[in-house]
């Protein structure tokens, strides 16, 4: 009943309505990380050496982006549809948008949460707890196992990368927005019509 509610919703919803709306929620995230990064970080050097700019390390990101796309790629098409439901938010936003538009909501998307839950959230609390946080703030996924199961193996797979780089958020950014971008424009070019894919977070 409560997948049929929030399908229901949607439809009423136009596609700029739901942009609107995801755009307003990162910025909320956005606030968030920075009003605690005051209460978390002693100095703003301290905060600022997050921001190391690591080539490596980017790239490592990048090629993790790309294995995850394309494990969720096979999987979208070896498993049922109703595996990869996600109510049609995701293809009711990203079908038929413009590139340009795709990577600037990637990038959005990307910096708010890689701020808010490697930056600022695991570099306090650690691995596990924003790793199970990140999980709970994508609400409507709790009554679905396998998407919930797949946002906290991804969110765990960042979190690794973070943890591994010593703590650089560019990497992991560069992780976020490689999968929202690639996926983004798989759901826009092909407008998903049997696929409704979670990855974009």
């Known amino acids: 009943m409560r997948k049929n509610r929030q399908a229901e919703l949607i439809k009423q919803l136009t ?7 995801l755009y307003f929620t990162q910025i909320l995230v956005i606030s968030i990380a920075i009003i605690l990064s005051f209460f978390i ?4 050097a301290a905060y600022f050496s997050l921001f190391h700019w690591d080539i490596k390390w980017i790239g490592i990101g990048v090629v993790n982006g790309i294995i995850i796309v394309i494990i969720d790629l096979i999987l979208m098409n070896k498993l049922p549809k109703r595996y990869y439901d996600d109510g049609g938010i995701n293809e009711k936003i990203f079908t038929g948008l413009p590139v340009w538009k795709i990577a600037w909501l990637a990038l959005v998307i990307g910096i ?15 691995l596990i ?3 199970v946080i990140f999980a ?8 679905h196992w396998f998407l ?3 946002v906290i193996v991804l969110s765990f797979w960042i979190g690794l990368i973070y943890q591994w780089s010593g703590g650089q958020i560019i990497p992991v950014i560069a992780m976020h927005f490689t999968i929202d971008f690639l996926l983004g424009i798989y759901v826009s070019k092909n407008g998903l019509s049997k696929i409704d894919e979670e990855r974009i977070l």
């Open 148 to 150: 919930l199961a797949n």
């Open 136 to 143: 709970l703030i994508h609400i409507r996924y709790w009554t």
């Open 41 to 44: 970080f002693p100095d703003f």
């Open 15 to 21: 596609q700029s309505q739901l942009i609107f709306h």
């Open 129 to 131: 707890i924003a790793s």
């Open 112 to 126: 708010a949460e890689e701020l808010l839950f490697r930056g600022v959230i695991q570099t306090k609390f650690g």
